[in-house]
């Protein structure tokens, strides 16, 4: 726009005078008058108060006159549910990490266990149970107390839930815990029915973050829409696949946290445009970054790259209860026809390695001796034949429709998983539905083969294991619907026995057991991407995708 000068007024207004034929003193009077005008306005406006913007742009840094920091974090889709303790992925944790906080957390960008919520804790002498001291004086953002009482409300309602509402809490801890007493006000008391070695580990676990009681009393099975915890940060707003706003908790026991003032959640599907977005500046950081895309990352100026620490796994799970994926020998064929090196220079940009096992490669427990299903299309077509299947079959075949750490896009993956299996004789018919339906579909079995997916929720074997192939975890996560009586029998000893050695060899001995029988086709274990705009500082990449704490995080100063 531009600006008007004085003598564009004069210039107008001789104009005027010759086509008009008024007096010059006329027009002198109107320009004298108009100007007046405008500068009455100016000294008006400049006695009002400066007015301070409730709602920033989207990536705009808020270190505003009004002193507020927005951090905007662009995602691949949005959150299927808001209560932790029923959702099983990460979009839903993402968000209720800075929500909701459970007795203990994981340290900023490790797996080591850290106080929370309690202060400390003590195992009993025969470890059947622990007592933990939690911190006094909390609040949650209802305005209500945090106390025993609380966390005893939260696991009684676990414990009471049916099995598939609350699978997290049924797959980790079952029977294991007898009771939870309110022994005081700041101390709680765990009681198991036996030994349980991962306890203090799986307690990290985002489903076991605690609601405010009243909330849980008062929405009910809105309480989904409806969290009130004693996080950073508290809910505002949720617009449905499209943002979730979270507000400075200002009453948060930590003087010093949170940073930001506010932080919006976008759900942005595509990773390229998200990758737009971010270049923008309408997002401040991005998780799921499309490894093709690392190198526009590193040559913006603007923006940095970040590598998250390895600790997924990517994996095609077969309905082991739906024919003709009930048979070994069929699911043992279709690892045979996958080219793993393939995917990972396709899709991974080399940030990924073959996957042998479902376990973590940095896990102790993870076994070494055991060899990959080699890329042998002569060995697969046997295997069919073998199985009854000569000429292959046909099939529905489900693709992830979100992005995730483990399958930058389950799309293109399944189509050339596609082209894999056509190969061997075997036609698949890709389906997708939206996220939160195609999760329903896996967990009730309603599918034949799909892709899915797994990250770690703390460094333990058992939450990989156990969680995933245990057959007391069917509906839950095992979406395989596998049952095999001896990998359960070894899956609950190794909870139960706290000799490290031990538990690694019994976790080895299930991993033989497994591979063996093949209910899922591990794909690949990769090193998720993730960008930053310069600026945003503090951010600390989980190997627990989706657990970042957004409490630090703010920007240093205004980014382009």
């Known amino acids: 726009m531009h600006s008007l000068k004085p003598r564009d007024f004069v210039n107008f207004f001789r104009t005027l005078e010759i086509e008009i034929s008024v007096t010059r003193r006329q027009l002198w009077r109107c320009l004298l008058l108009f100007l007046a005008s405008v500068l009455l306005t100016v000294s008006l406006a400049a006695c ?14 808020a270190a505003s006159p009004s002193g507020e920091v927005v951090l905007v974090f662009g995602r691949g889709g949005d959150s299927p549910s808001l209560d932790p303790a029923i959702a099983t992925d990460g979009e839903a944790f993402r968000v209720t990490r800075n929500i909701l906080e459970g007795l203990v957390d994981l340290e900023d960008g490790t797996t080591n266990v850290v106080p929370k919520l309690a202060e400390s804790w003590q195992a009993n002498p025969d470890a059947t149970g622990y007592t933990f001291k939690l911190r006094q004086g909390v609040k949650f953002t209802d305005g209500t107390e945090f106390n025993a009482d609380a966390v005893v409300a939260n696991f009684q309602r676990w414990k009471a839930g049916k099995q598939e509402s609350f699978s997290y809490y049924n797959d980790v801890y079952g029977k294991v815990i007898q009771s939870v007493t309110a022994v005081d006000p700041s101390t709680v ?5 036996e030994p349980f070695a991962p306890f203090i580990a799986s307690l990290v676990l985002p489903p076991f973050a605690i609601n405010s009681p009243a909330a849980i009393e008062k929405f009910g099975d809105k309480l989904n829409e409806n969290p009130v915890g004693t996080g950073p940060f508290k809910l505002v707003e949720w617009k449905r696949n499209d943002s979730i706003t979270l507000e400075k908790n200002p009453d948060y026991w930590n003087p010093e946290q949170p940073k930001a003032t506010r932080v919006i959640f976008r759900a942005i599907p595509e990773n390229a445009t998200r990758l737009t977005a971010l270049k923008g500046g309408e997002v401040d950081l991005m998780d799921d970054l499309d490894p093709d895309a690392a190198s526009q990352v590193s040559s913006d100026g603007n923006l940095e790259l970040l590598k998250r620490p390895s600790f997924n796994v990517g994996y095609i799970a077969f309905n082991n209860t739906k024919k003709p994926f009930d048979n070994p020998k069929v699911r043992q064929a279709l690892a045979h026809a996958v080219n793993k090196q393939a995917l990972i220079d396709a899709f991974y940009g080399g940030n990924a390695i073959p996957a042998v096992n479902l376990l973590a490669p940095s896990l102790p427990s993870y076994d070494q001796e055991i060899q990959d299903y080699a890329y042998d299309l002569d060995a697969a077509k046997k295997l069919l034949a073998d199985a009854g299947y000569p000429n292959g079959f046909k099939t529905d075949f489900l693709a992830m429709p979100v992005p995730r750490p483990y399958m930058p896009d389950g799309r293109k993956i ?37 892709l899915i997916g797994w990250t770690g929720d703390y460094g333990d074997a058992s939450n990989f294991l156990n969680v995933l192939l245990n057959g007391a975890n069917i509906p839950g996560n095992n979406y395989s619907r596998y049952n095999n009586p001896e990998v359960n029998k070894l899956l609950g000893e190794a909870q139960t026995v706290t000799d490290e050695a031990q538990r690694n060899e019994l976790y080895k001995q299930a991993q033989v057991i497994i591979h063996n029988d093949l209910p899922v086709a591990p794909l690949v274990h990769s090193t998720p991407l993730m960008a930053i705009r310069k600026g945003v500082e503090n951010f600390k990449p989980s190997p627990v995708a989706g657990t970042e704490s957004m409490a630090d995080v703010t920007m240093a100063a205004q980014t382009p």
């Not at 009002?48 to 840094?61: D, F, L």
């Not at 004789?425 to 939160?436: H, L």
């Open 189 to 193: 008391e765990f009681k198991f029915s």
């Open 414 to 450: 399944a189509e050339a998983l596609q082209a894999d299996f056509a190969k061997i004789g075997v036609q698949t018919n890709i389906i997708s539905y939206e996220w939160a339906v195609y999760l329903d579909k896996m967990k009730k079995g309603e599918y034949p083969v799909g």
């Open 48 to 61: 009002q108060p400066p007015t301070q913007s409730t709602s920033p742009s989207p990536g705009a840094e």
